[in-house]
């Protein structure tokens, strides 16, 4: 008998738009042989599921199911794709967690503190994990330019401390362009980051692990056309993704075998993508920790999954299936 997967898209920040991108991938990706697959779009209050393009149907959120055709329909396993909240902070989790169904990401304790960079870097750096230099800013406090050119120095990138897909991120190179960023970040969450630049190559490797195995994935080189790798680059094109990235083997060995200590040192589950600057002299900085990393056709995971030979159906497959 076939499973039912949901595949879990939406959420309530600026990256749902993203999410539901990354819905219609993994939907393409998955084995619909095996599995009745349908997507779940969650936005605030409003929970339904895709039956048709032109008809979805509420969401019973008592046990997460649906009522198809006079029949109730339960689902099995939840593949979470949403960017931002709730999906990538721990709440769907917990939520999952309650009614007891097998979800594909991180727990609710990483989910949370990945989700937040300021704390995720500093809780790794006790583990001996390069980052930058920052200053958290929280709602209603207030920094002045020079104590940001004292603390970090110019340039220096200011951001949401949490969300991504570069929504609200200004690299600031001046102190008069200090508080203009700050209050462009503030409008897309409570938390503002000040974050030191660090000049490098930037890298990032995804991996996952089963009860069977652990597979890292070959390492992405990022070369963006903008001033960083900022909305555009990411999702229209300013941007070169080279896999395997033009690193010596050395190289790569090291960004691998950090990536699945991080992994590792925070106890992930599921498919993560781990970002990194490695400046000149070779030091690995760790830029941030994503456990719901984007799954559209041309997103880092399927083009590193296909770089190391591997088929991304049987990848997802083995993912689900590690649950049961």
């Not at 959420?11 to 939907?27: D, F, H, R, T």
């Not at 890292?216 to 941007?239: C, I, L, M, R, W």
């Amino acid at each position: 008998m076939k499973k039912n997967i949901a595949i879990v898209a939406g959420g309530n920040s600026s990256e749902a738009v993203v999410s539901l991108k990354s819905a219609a991938g993994i939907y393409s990706f998955l084995d619909k042989e095996r599995y009745n697959v349908y997507i779940a779009t969650l936005v605030g209050r409003d929970w339904s599921v895709q039956i048709s393009d032109k008809t979805s149907v509420p969401i019973d959120k008592n046990d997460f199911s649906f009522v198809q055709n006079g029949e109730k329909i339960q689902f099995d396993f939840a593949y979470i794709t949403i960017h931002g909240t709730p999906g990538e902070n721990g709440i769907l989790q917990g939520y999952f967690d309650l009614i007891g169904l097998p979800y594909s990401s991180c727990d609710v304790l990483v989910s949370a503190l990945t989700f937040n960079k300021f704390v995720c870097n500093q809780y790794l750096k006790g583990f001996g994990m390069r980052i930058a230099e920052s200053i958290l800013l929280r709602a209603g406090q207030k920094i002045s330019e020079k104590e940001v050119a004292e603390k970090i120095g110019f340039p220096c990138f200011v951001k949401p401390n949490v969300g991504g897909s570069s929504f609200g991120v200004t690299k600031v190179k001046s102190e008069s362009e200090v508080q203009n960023a700050v209050e462009k970040a503030f409008s897309e969450g409570e938390e503002v980051l000040i974050e030191a630049f660090m000049s490098g190559t930037e890298l990032t490797c995804g991996m996952y692990r089963t009860a069977e195995k652990t597979v890292v994935f070959p390492v992405t080189e990022v070369v963006s056309h903008n001033e960083f790798f900022d909305y555009d680059a990411k999702y229209n094109g300013q941007v070169e993704e080279i896999t395997p990235a033009r690193i010596s083997d050395e190289l790569t060995a090291r960004v691998q075998k950090l990536t699945a200590e991080i992994y590792n040192i925070l106890g992930c589950k599921g498919i993560v993508r781990i970002d990194y600057i490695v400046s000149e002299n070779g030091n690995i900085n760790l830029l941030e920790v994503n456990t719901t990393p984007g799954m559209t056709a041309t997103s880092f995971i399927p083009q590193q999954v296909a770089a190391a030979g591997l088929d991304i159906r049987e990848v997802l497959t083995e993912i689900i299936e590690n649950e049961f």
